[in-house]
T-cell receptor, first 108, second 112 residues
């Protein structure tokens, strides 16, 4: 089946710093999503981005489907950005495959 | 409020005991999912259901069972056959034609 790899696995930032998270996938996908899991376990969808670029405030994402990767950019990081960021892909149908996540800690 | 609810928030299971985790949604979503998350790991799919009275196994279905008798409800039973059930369990739903999944707050299961 399709493999989803995220990097880096862990990231520590000083508040105000910028960062880039990467998601590589091993096959063509119909759908790609980025999620944020807060320290209490709640997952929130950040972007649905099978291709192209989207921006939402300090966050933006780019997916290059032909090269099978997606990037999540966090600018001017805040302590509330801490948590785990997951990339998830669909190859068709209703089944979704998640990467292992990038664990982000933003220091005040 | 519209959303997905899971109960209980914490659950303790004794050896050899079956337990059932509840997942309810009032979003009128067609598809519902159960995922397992182990500490420091990503989410793994246990079961999913696209319509009422139909469900499919995910990647780690052994030791689990589900039912989908109503559109809004998708309970997960962790049976005694699941030898390592301690984990965080997340339920999600999605409307047909939409790509975004919405997640519940999760249930933490601990074996005593």
């Amino acid at each position: 089946g399709i493999q989803v790899e995220q990097s880096p696995p862990d990231l520590i930032l000083q508040e105000g710093a910028n960062s880039t998270l990467r998601c590589n996938f091993s096959d063509s996908v119909n759908n790609l999503q980025w999620f944020h899991q807060n320290p209490w376990g709640q997952l929130i969808n950040l972007f649905y981005i099978p291709s192209g670029t989207k921006q939402n405030g300090r966050l933006s994402a780019t997916t290059v489907a032909t090269e099978r990767y997606s990037l999540l950019y966090i600018s001017s990081s805040q302590t509330t950005d801490s948590g785990v960021y997951f990339c998830a892909v669909d190859t068709g149908g209703f089944k979704t495959i998640f990467g292992a996540g990038t664990r982000l800690f933003v220091k005040a | 409020d519209g959303g997905i609810t899971q109960s209980p928030k914490y659950l303790f299971r004794k050896e050899g005991q079956n337990v059932t985790l509840s997942c309810e949604q009032n979003l009128n979503h067609d598809a519902m999912y159960w995922y397992r998350q182990d500490p420091g790991q990503g989410l793994r799919l246990i079961y999913y259901s696209q319509i009422v009275n139909d469900f499919q196994k995910g990647d780690i279905a052994e030791g689990y069972s589900v039912s989908r008798e109503k559109k809004e409800s998708f309970p997960l039973t962790v049976t005694s056959a699941q030898k390592n059930p301690t984990a965080f369990y997340l339920c999600a739903s999605r409307r047909e034609g939409q790509e975004t999944q919405y997640f519940g707050p999760g249930t933490r299961l601990l074996v005593l």
